[in-house]
């Protein structure tokens, strides 16, 4: 019984939004029929059969696919390597570096977008200027195809690698430290130190930030929408974004619903995916 007001608001604010999503995708709802509900029809999987046929769906969904394949592991690792980095013991004023590190992911998204994008200029960026110290000419980040996709997915990692720290950061203090310095005494170094004694303590851990960090990628919408607006050349459009698109711009708000019942099955598949892997690696 002391469960029932949770479950009523997961019910209220989840389940039955989730649920009418899924009756409008099979719906024409449009502008006309938000004016008047007497303009609503039922269209079965023509929705879905449009989205099928639309080359821009399979370039959204290959764009989230290649942030979500290339993205998590990076994420993943920079996050890992942050939280082993400020909970050494050698590191000076740690607390410090916890803040910094953990500041970006608690900016305003739209400010600091717009700092990377002076960054990410072709001509006056800071990023070119590094590059050109190696001897490596100017790149155009946010104005090539085959570059944008890579500056957002640096974007993302920067923005919010700082929250999956925090998250090993926890773990990593729970590691029993009998047996890193067992390990030390046997004459492992840090890397087999890490393979063999960290990374399985925290391996539920792992798991965790990764079905994380892979929604979160699937669900990509104000970075593109901010730095590129989904170009050059829509090689930034994800799901989101095109999902945005077909509701709130073209107002095919049954379009846009089912989009968003398409990314929910691939968001569940890849996390089922996921657990499988676990279970037979023993995290879970």
């Not at 608690?106 to 800071?126: K, P």
């Not at 107002?251 to 089922?272: D, E, K, Q």
Request: net charge positive; charged share 10%.
């Amino acid at each position: 019984m002391m469960s029932a007001p949770a479950l009523a608001a997961i019910a209220l604010f989840f389940f039955l939004p989730a649920a009418a999503s899924l009756v409008l995708s099979f719906t024409d709802f449009d502008i006309y029929a938000l004016a008047d509900i007497s303009n609503l029809r039922f269209v079965g999987l023509q929705n879905y059969e449009r989205l099928v046929e639309n080359p821009l769906f399979w370039k959204a969904m290959t764009n989230s696919l290649l942030f979500v394949v290339v993205g998590t592991p990076f994420v993943v690792a920079l996050s890992l390597l942050a939280a082993i980095l400020v909970n050494s013991h050698w590191l000076k004023w740690r607390p410090l570096w916890r803040v910094a590190l953990f500041a970006p992911y608690v900016t305003t998204l739209v400010a600091t977008a717009v700092v990377w994008r002076y960054l990410l200029h072709t001509r006056y960026g800071l990023v070119n200027y590094l590059l050109s110290l190696f001897g490596v000419g100017p790149v155009d980040w946010l104005g090539s195809p085959t570059a944008s996709l890579p500056a957002i997915l640096l974007f993302v990692g920067w923005k919010t690698f700082g929250y999956s720290m925090i998250i090993f950061l926890a773990a990593l203090q729970t590691v029993p430290r009998e047996l890193d310095e067992a390990a030390r005494l046997d004459g492992a170094g840090w890397f087999m130190r890490l393979r063999h004694v960290t990374l399985p303590a925290i391996a539920p851990t792992v798991l965790l930030v990764s079905v994380l960090t892979v929604a979160a990628m699937f669900q990509l919408f104000a970075e593109p929408y901010v730095i590129t607006q989904g170009g050059p050349a829509q090689s930034t459009v994800t799901v989101l974004y095109f999902m945005y698109e077909e509701g709130f711009k073209w107002w095919n708000l049954g379009s846009g619903a089912a989009v968003a019942f398409i990314l929910f099955l691939c968001i569940l598949a890849v996390t089922f995916v996921q657990l499988h892997f676990a279970k037979r690696g023993g995290a879970i």
